[in-house]
């Protein structure tokens, strides 16, 4: 996991994922690049150590959705982090947060506000898939 944390903050990238020896880095912001692989490739995600920067609750069920074995993140929210351990993820982080905020600082990120009070994977999947298509069009 060193190695992912070093290349993600030396490389300046958002998401860096590891799935046996093949490392994939990523430098789109929010759940995008999650998001893509999830639905492209899951295969990859599966049993991966992901190192990301800011992790919410739409992130981790994303991860656990992927079936991701470890995650460090510089920042992660309280409900990601619980979501996370629910399912058997191991997590490292450097700062826990009460809840993501938005770019402008204004209030929740709209994927967190999203996935807040939702209880399934599934249904945040599908509130995220929902959103990146409203951004989409």
Same mark, same amino acid.
């Given at each position: 996991?060193?190695?992912?944390? /070093?290349?993600?903050?030396?490389?300046?990238?958002?998401?860096?994922?590891?799935?046996?020896?093949? @490392?994939? /880095?990523?430098?789109?912001?929010?759940?995008?690049?999650?998001?893509?692989?999830? /639905?492209?490739?899951?295969?990859?995600?599966?049993?991966?150590?992901? %190192?990301?920067? @800011?992790?919410?609750?739409g992130a981790a069920a994303l991860m656990v959705k992927g079936e991701v074995q470890s995650v460090y993140a510089d920042v992660i929210s309280m409900p990601a982090l619980?979501?996370?351990?629910?399912?058997?993820?191991?997590?490292?982080?450097?700062? @826990?947060?009460?809840?993501?905020?938005?770019?402008?600082? /204004?209030?929740?990120?709209? @994927?967190?506000?999203?996935?807040?009070?939702?209880?399934?994977?599934?249904?945040?999947? %599908?509130?995220?898939?929902?959103?990146?298509?409203?951004?989409?069009?």
């Amino acid at each position: 996991m060193t190695e992912l944390i /070093t290349l993600s903050h030396e490389g300046g990238f958002s998401c860096v994922v590891r799935n046996g020896e093949d @490392v994939r /880095t990523f430098s789109k912001r929010g759940v995008a690049d999650l998001f893509e692989l999830l /639905t492209t490739k899951p295969d990859f995600l599966h049993g991966s150590s992901i %190192a990301d920067k @800011v992790i919410g609750k739409g992130a981790a069920a994303l991860m656990v959705k992927g079936e991701v074995q470890s995650v460090y993140a510089d920042v992660i929210s309280m409900p990601a982090l619980d979501l996370l351990r629910s399912a058997d993820v191991d997590v490292r982080y450097s700062e @826990v947060v009460s809840h993501i905020i938005n770019r402008a600082g /204004t209030g929740l990120c709209p @994927v967190e506000q999203r996935c807040l009070l939702l209880a399934e994977v599934d249904d945040m999947v %599908a509130a995220i898939r929902e959103f990146i298509a409203a951004m989409q069009s």
